[in-house]
């Protein structure tokens, strides 16, 4: 293994400066052109291009938990997680074609925003409090531990050091609201997708080594021989892994509800296209779709090919915490084979992930903190450069709490990508009922959406733990329960998530036939069917991006 050294820390600087000298510029060029002082903050209304907006979503998205915990995945589990990957691709194209037209045309700025407008003041705020917890509580500190964790794994640095390092490099560009994100994301993305397929093409070469070849084609052939298992796409009832990705449930159940939550519902990812025109934020949403692509070359493989190395013995220990097996640990065994130099550009990649995604989620904090719990609920008439302070100093506040708490938590021992997809799962399939319902039948009424907001909770609560409380094996047969190898039925997590899904939806639609909806609440909502309509080139590239998804399941089922 490689020491981390004077080269490499020259080119992490090297990117460290470039990306604050952008900002600043960005900062101080935008400033001049500034229209509402909020807005512009937030939202960087009219400031962002489609591929701006494009690189900003992808840079959000892509975080320590994806190269440290999806690359994990691979080497446990294969190239089915690339599932969460290429299931986001499609939905990006369903977001933008039916929800970015009803956000827009209703001039909706936040999610919180949307449900007040739909359903109230109660519901939105209600959701407003639970969102800024969730963002705090679990994504804010399980992107910045597992970062942290990562980048001390890589240079040796002090865990908390590299946490306050990262708080503090996020909130700078923070702080200069979201235009300056949007635009020094796209410096972002392209360290993280030129550092991971460095990585990636380092991972092949060296398994090419195994087989005596050398090169990333040579690498990929010889991978597939020694771990063709690897690459099954979907998985068997007798896969070991079933229970976390269960069959095709990952393609026509409960995925659909993680990924349009995520990316339709999401303040943190929908916020990147809300300060654009309709045309703008589709080409940026497209953009992020053709990048999606690249990313189970980018997080996926490099674990696949530390699977096929460690089984050949050129690993060593190195995969190995306490004596026990640590498949989290693939990404960052990988980064300590690269050579001098390519091991500052892969650093600054992981950074780049970490710091984007930091910064893109505190200003979604900021933004639904400010916009929608003290604007309307502590000072109705509060100056722009008032809204814009408040939101400066929220992001401060939610960065020291999460440095706080976030080493008490027990991230790393759970997973963090198991975390995040545990504890948003709880609530995921109530949100997305809430929004679609919302959407497309005029005759939900609140308290079908305070229904879901509590009742999808209660039942992915009953369904987590029922099989303390009940065997479950008569539904085996249809596939809703799978032993757990301890001779416990339990129902995997996207099927938990499916069925509750449908509870919700059905409880919200007795309440709404049973219940009273006013004229007013009627008319809350401006949805015309000719919103939905897509040009000549944006559904062409539709087209190809659910081609290219389809071929890799028609190629590794």
């Not at 909706?108 to 739909?118: A, D, G, K, S």
């Not at 519902?265 to 692509?293: E, H, M, S, V, W």
């Not at 303390?468 to 539904?475: K, R």
Request: with cysteine; proline share 3%; charged share 15%.
């Amino acid at each position: 293994m490689t020491p981390f050294s004077t080269l490499d820390s020259f080119v992490f600087l090297v990117y460290f400066v470039v990306v604050a000298a952008y900002g600043i510029w960005v900062y101080r060029r935008k400033k001049s052109t500034s229209g509402r002082a909020s807005h512009d903050y937030f939202l960087a209304e009219g400031s962002l291009t489609w591929w701006a907006i494009g690189a900003s979503l992808i840079a959000s998205n892509i975080s320590a938990e994806q190269f440290i915990g999806m690359s994990g995945s691979g080497y446990r589990i294969g190239m089915a997680i690339a599932v969460y990957e290429l299931m986001a691709a499609a939905t990006l194209i369903i977001v933008a074609v039916f929800f970015m037209p009803v956000y827009l045309k209703n001039h909706i700025y936040t999610m919180p925003q949307f449900l007040e407008q739909r359903y109230g003041k109660a519901v939105a705020t209600t959701m407003a409090l639970f969102w800024l917890g969730l963002y705090v509580v679990v994504n804010l500190t399980s992107i910045l531990y597992l970062g942290a964790l990562a980048i001390s794994s890589i240079a040796g640095l002090n865990v908390f050091a590299c946490m306050i390092f990262l708080a503090v490099f996020a909130a700078i560009i923070t702080l200069g609201g979201m235009k300056v994100i949007g635009y020094t994301d796209v410096i972002q993305v392209l360290c993280l997708v030129v550092g991971g397929l460095v990585t990636t093409w380092i991972a092949l070469d060296l398994v090419a080594k195994l087989g005596g070849g050398h090169g990333s084609v040579q690498g990929a052939s010889e991978l597939f021989k020694r771990a063709g298992e690897h690459f099954d796409m979907v998985l068997t009832r007798g896969n070991a892994n079933y229970m976390d990705l269960p069959g095709l449930s990952t393609l026509i159940g409960g995925m659909w509800i993680v990924n349009l939550n995520y990316w339709g519902c999401n303040q943190y990812i929908t916020q990147r296209a809300l300060g654009a025109d309709l045309p703008t934020a589709r080409k940026g949403i497209l953009f992020a779709a053709f990048l999606k692509l690249l990313m189970p070359v980018i997080v996926v493989l490099p674990g696949i090919a530390a699977y096929a190395l460690d089984k050949s013995g050129a690993l060593g220990d190195a995969m190995r915490q306490g004596g026990e097996l640590n498949p989290d640990r693939a990404y960052p065994t990988l980064l300590a084979l690269l050579p001098t130099g390519l091991k500052g550009v892969a650093f600054a990649a992981l950074t780049a992930a970490v710091v984007a995604s930091l910064a893109g989620k505190a200003n979604s904090i900021a933004t639904i903190f400010t916009l929608d719990i003290y604007k309307k609920n502590f000072n109705r008439e509060a100056s722009e450069q008032r809204m814009v302070w408040i939101g400066r100093v929220t992001v401060v506040v939610a960065m020291i709490l999460a440095v706080v708490i976030a080493p008490m938590l027990g991230i790393d021992k759970k997973g963090g990508f198991q975390y995040i997809q545990e504890y948003t799962g709880f609530v995921s399939p109530g949100i997305l009922a809430m929004f679609l319902l919302g959407f497309f039948w005029k005759k939900t009424t609140s308290a079908a959406a305070m229904f879901a907001t509590v009742g999808g909770l209660v039942f992915s609560i009953v369904l987590k733990f029922l099989p303390g409380m009940m065997d479950l094996h008569f539904l085996a047969p249809i596939g809703f329960a799978v032993d757990n190898g301890a001779g416990v039925y339990e129902i995997p997590f996207l099927d938990r998530m499916l069925i509750v899904f449908l509870l919700v939806v059905a409880g919200m639609v007795l309440l709404s036939l049973s219940g009273n909806r006013s004229e007013a609440e009627a008319k809350r909502m401006v949805i015309d069917r000719r919103m939905f309509r897509v040009d000549g080139g944006f559904a062409v590239g539709s087209a190809i991006v659910c081609v290219l998804v389809a071929a890799v399941y028609i190629a590794w089922w």
